[in-house]
């Protein structure tokens, strides 16, 4: 699944007032979520689709995008799975981050609401949760 057509983050940020149509935006529909809870949502929303490098800089208009998934290790002591996937063009690769389970996820999710505790509403948790196993199943 391309990430631009994930229901779920379509769905979340555009209730956030922020427009996924890379046409139409201005630089201040970009501001209006800042830079890291707008990746790591992008991250958390993912599921187990995961999410490369290039889909977080293409669609969160933001450099380095592998930086927001090491952050996210770094400050949650939680370990990605990463799995090596070739460029479309054949040159090169790219990593496809996945987070492991509906823990981390919880994780990323508290991270998300100390920049805004009312970013997320109950419901948008408990569907982004829903997309993840329970290390304890």
């Known amino acids: 699944m391309v990430m631009k057509e994930n229901p779920l983050y379509r769905q979340i940020v555009e209730g956030l007032g922020w427009s996924l149509d890379n046409a139409n935006h201005s630089q201040s529909d970009h501001k209006k979520l800042p830079k890291k809870p707008r990746a790591y949502l992008l991250i958390v929303c993912s599921g187990e689709n995961g999410i490369t490098e290039n889909e977080i800089l ?3 208009k933001l450099s380095s995008g592998r ?3 090491s952050e996210l290790e770094r400050k949650l002591h939680i370990t990605l799975r990463r799995v090596d996937e070739p460029n479309t063009d054949g040159i090169g690769s790219h990593f496809r981050y996945y987070l492991a389970s ?4 919880q994780k990323v999710i508290n991270l998300i609401l100390t920049y805004d505790p009312l970013l997320l509403r109950e419901v948008d ?3 982004i949760l829903a997309c993840y196993v ?3 199943s």
């Open 67 to 69: 930086n927001y998934c």
């Open 58 to 60: 293409w669609i969160c």
């Open 102 to 105: 509906k823990e981390d996820a």
């Open 134 to 136: 329970s290390n304890s």
């Open 125 to 127: 948790i408990s569907r």
